[in-house]
């Protein structure tokens, strides 16, 4: 399975940014995709993930600002990023099952 990320980009804080990424390969088969991101000089964490049938967990600091979804059909997830804040600044990067993709910088100014 491969990962393609994309949509990421620099923002003023309050800004919008949609991130994408496209699972290619044997990704028939995976339930949950999802988002993680890493900022500088700390670890990645967990953003949100959302399973097949369409069950979704947010982190609490980005609930109620982002929104996940997906597209089976195509195989792609979806993070709608609003009212993005400085600290939102990261590295994303989209998970299946036990694949990464390579990230996407995501950087908010303020």
């Known amino acids: 399975v491969q990962l393609q990320a994309s949509g990421g980009g620099l923002v003023q804080a309050g800004g919008s940014l949609r991130l994408s990424c496209e699972a290619s390969g044997s990704a028939f088969s995976i339930n949950v995709m999802g988002w993680y991101r890493q900022a500088p000089g700390k670890q990645r964490e967990f953003v949100a993930t959302?399973?097949?049938?369409?069950?979704?967990k947010y982190a609490d600091s980005v609930k109620g600002r982002f929104a996940i979804s997906r597209n089976n059909a195509k195989n792609t997830v979806y993070l709608q990023m609003n009212s993005l804040k400085p600290e939102d600044t990261a590295v994303y990067y989209c998970s299946a099952a036990l694949y990464w993709g390579k990230g996407t910088l995501v950087t908010v100014s303020s």
């Open positions: 959302i399973s097949r049938a369409g069950s979704i």
